[in-house]
């Protein structure tokens, strides 16, 4: 029983689909109190969002004078002159819907938007993703009764998922 618990604490920190997928869809086979699960989600949310923000201000100031943070600055004000501080949270939103709060917090810290803004979006974004992944589990589990064939279409889904984030990832890293 404890280790479920570690397993669920270590997953939900890193919010990476494919393992959160599962942790989501053995808490619910096994009947494991869900409420404690999102408490657990809600907590590692914000100590990512805070946590990857404050790295991200930290590599800045610590390597600010670096040809790379140099590169960064100039893309990220290029792209913010040309979409504007709302197209700024959309893309944020969009990020944190696609990858985990570590990674979208990060990159927002760039941006010249509050640690308020960025936040709250981030959090929003990761929580439309939280209950996306409940979904599918949910709705998987109900149209399949098996288990070993619904965590197999699971697997499946969020492996197509994982596939598509690494190549939208490598795709935007090609262009900067």
Same mark, same amino acid.
């Given at each position: 029983m404890k280790f479920f618990w570690i397993c669920?604490?270590?997953?939900?920190?890193?919010?990476?689909?494919?393992?959160?997928?599962?942790? /989501?869809?053995?808490?619910?086979?096994?009947r494991r109190n869900?409420?404690?699960?999102?408490?657990?989600?809600?907590?590692?949310? /914000?100590v990512d969002v805070l946590a990857a923000y404050y790295l991200g201000k930290y590599v800045q100031k610590k390597q600010k004078n670096t040809k790379i943070i140099f590169k960064t600055k100039n893309y990220i004000q290029k792209c913010s002159s040309f979409i504007g501080k709302f197209g700024e949270k959309v893309f944020i939103m969009f990020l944190s819907l696609l990858f985990p709060p570590l990674f979208s917090s990060f990159i927002a810290s760039w941006l010249k938007l509050?640690?308020?803004?960025?936040?709250?979006?981030?959090?929003?974004?990761?929580?439309?993703?939280?209950?996306?992944?409940?979904?599918?589990?949910?709705? /998987?589990?109900?149209?399949?009764?098996?288990?070993?064939?619904?965590?197999?279409?699971i697997l499946g889904i969020t492996l197509v998922i994982v596939i598509i984030q690494n190549i939208i990832s490598k795709r935007i890293s090609k262009k900067s």
């Open positions: 669920a604490i270590l997953v939900l920190m890193v919010q990476e689909s494919f393992t959160t997928n599962i942790i /989501i869809k053995t808490a619910y086979e096994e869900v409420y404690i699960l999102t408490i657990i989600f809600f907590l590692s949310a /914000i509050s640690l308020k803004e960025i936040f709250i979006i981030v959090l929003v974004g990761d929580i439309i993703w939280y209950f996306a992944s409940w979904k599918l589990v949910l709705g /998987i589990s109900y149209w399949v009764k098996n288990a070993k064939e619904a965590l197999y279409i």
